[in-house]
């Protein structure tokens, strides 16, 4: 696609509740990452994935939060039984390092984020 | 926890006049990078230096880096109101693809 897609811009979940938030990547790209943003504060990294391998997930909070990419393309950042400190908006970006031809330079491409409400 | 570091916080100017951010690190890098981030929207990328260069220049935009200071730079000339924004720098370490932010400038360009 022409950028990065990301569902749902916007999810409200009672406190409790398991939530899947998905990332678009662009076509061809090999990286992906998750990020979370608190209010008033940068990008925190989450997790990456090169191609379908999770090679870091050390971001992860919790045992909660769970990603995956399982075909290489489309990821999805699952976090089960929401807390309230989940809310955050989360960011998901992709990038041509490492893609064979690409550019390499480590530019982040972003999506619009979803931010999640836990109430 | 976030290596990059903006300063200052929060910078408001008038339309015209020139805009400086600074972001300090801790570690050594591979690059570092600049991130525009519009309320509510995603970042968008808009310069990259490496560690071997000392300053960079996109159209209104100048890069500086001072790998001895642990410090860079950005300067946007002529503001103009949209370039009402947070700003937030990143740098590349050792892993060579994990982007650490810092918490970013917002920026106010008033017309």
């Known amino acids: 696609g022409a950028g990065v897609s990301q569902s749902p811009r916007y999810k409200v979940a009672k406190r409790g509740q398991d939530v899947a938030l998905r990332c678009d990547p662009i076509?061809?790209?090999?990286?992906l990452f998750w990020y979370q943003q608190a209010l008033g504060q940068g990008p925190e990294f989450l997790t990456y994935?090169?191609?379908?391998?999770?090679?870091?997930k050390s971001g992860l909070p919790s045992d909660r939060f769970f990603a995956e990419r399982p075909e290489g393309s489309v990821s999805t950042l699952k976090i089960q039984r929401t807390q309230q400190e989940d809310s955050a908006v989360y960011l998901c970006?992709?990038?041509?390092?490492?893609?064979?031809?690409?550019?390499?330079?480590?530019?982040?491409?972003f999506g619009e984020g979803s931010r999640l409400t836990v109430l | 926890s976030q290596q990059g570091e903006e300063d200052p916080q929060a910078l408001s100017i008038q339309e015209g006049e020139n805009a400086t951010m600074n972001c300090s690190y801790k570690?050594?890098?591979?690059?570092l990078q600049w991130y525009r981030q519009n309320s509510g929207r995603g970042l968008v990328h808009l310069i990259l230096?490496?560690?071997?260069?000392r300053e960079k220049h996109s159209g209104r935009l100048r890069v500086t880096l001072d790998t001895s200071k642990k410090s860079s730079s950005l300067l946007i000339t002529a503001s103009r109101a949209a370039d009402t924004a947070s700003y937030f720098c990143?740098?590349?370490?050792?892993?060579?693809?994990?982007?650490?932010f810092g918490k970013g400038t917002l920026l106010t360009v008033n017309p």
């Open positions: 994935f090169q191609n379908e391998a999770q090679l870091d």
């Open positions: 230096i490496r560690s071997n260069e």
């Open positions: 076509s061809g790209h090999v990286s």
């Open positions: 570690t050594s890098i591979n690059n």
């Open positions: 990143a740098v590349s370490g050792g892993s060579n693809y994990k982007l650490t």
């Open positions: 970006a992709s990038s041509s390092l490492f893609t064979s031809g690409g550019a390499n330079t480590g530019e982040l491409f």
